[in-house]
């Protein structure tokens, strides 16, 4: 069982919808929650970063946290063509001392004019 | 803006030949890290650092090794290359352990 999941994708969405994101984390003890957008050819890019169950929400983007669950989602309102990317979900696991960052393989989305 | 440049951003090289890949920020952040990106892995942790002459491994560090002998920059070596470390290369720091990481925009290495 890999210890982030996320499902490869791709998720298609029409332009304006809501899109949804879903990473699932099997450390219970995982305690810092963080969304990256990779467009193709380029680096990561942090969108949010989530520490404490609820939503966190920043413009358009909503993080959704649900430690009981062990999951977190992010929702895109009002999709763009620009928001077409691989989203990666990074956790921080306590597994070892220096609480290294545990990844997702990402989602990719495709918001469709 | 996380003020992080890696050189070269793209080099080809033979099997056999020693590599350096190097990353430098203009923050003084305590944690830099080496990553690989590779299709249907997703981002692979090789090394990091935190703090000047103090490195640890990460899940894939076999064939690679580090250096920081600065708080500015970080080194990626390989000793000698092999086809298998074909990859595009992500230098990433932090504040500390517990803040997100700011990503480079990346090394392509390709290893004929």
Redesign the interface.
Same mark, same amino acid.
């Given at each position: 069982q890999k210890e982030v999941e996320q499902n490869s994708g791709p998720l298609s969405v029409p332009e304006g919808a809501i899109a949804s994101l879903n990473c699932t984390y099997s450390d219970r003890g995982s305690q810092s929650f963080f969304w990256y957008r990779q467009y193709s050819g380029k680096s990561p890019e942090l969108i949010m970063s989530i520490y404490s169950n609820g939503d966190k929400e920043d413009g358009r983007f909503t993080a959704q946290l649900n430690k009981a669950s062990q999951y977190v989602s992010l929702l895109i309102r009002d999709s763009q063509p620009s928001d077409s990317a691989t989203y990666l979900c990074a956790v921080r696991s306590p597994r070892d001392s220096n609480y290294q960052l545990i990844w997702g393989a990402g989602t990719k989305l495709i918001i469709k004019p | 803006d996380a003020g992080i440049t890696q050189s070269p951003r793209h080099k080809v090289t033979e099997t056999g030949t020693p590599v350096t890949l190097r990353c430098h920020q203009t923050e003084n952040h305590r944690y830099m890290y080496w990553y690989r990106q590779d299709p *249907? /892995? *997703? %981002?692979? %942790?090789i090394h #990091?650092s #935190?703090g000047v002459k103090d490195t !640890?491994k &990460?899940e894939v560090s076999d064939g690679y090794s580090v250096s920081r002998s600065k708080t500015e920059d970080f080194l990626l070596t390989l000793e000698s290359a092999t086809s298998s470390q074909t990859s595009v290369y @992500?230098c990433a720091n932090g504040q500390n352990?517990?803040q997100?990481? /700011? @990503? *480079? !925009? &990346?090394t392509r290495l390709s290893i004929l």
């Open positions: - | *249907g /892995h *997703g %981002l692979r %942790l #990091y #935190y !640890d &990460g @992500f352990s517990n997100p990481q /700011h @990503f *480079g !925009d &990346g």
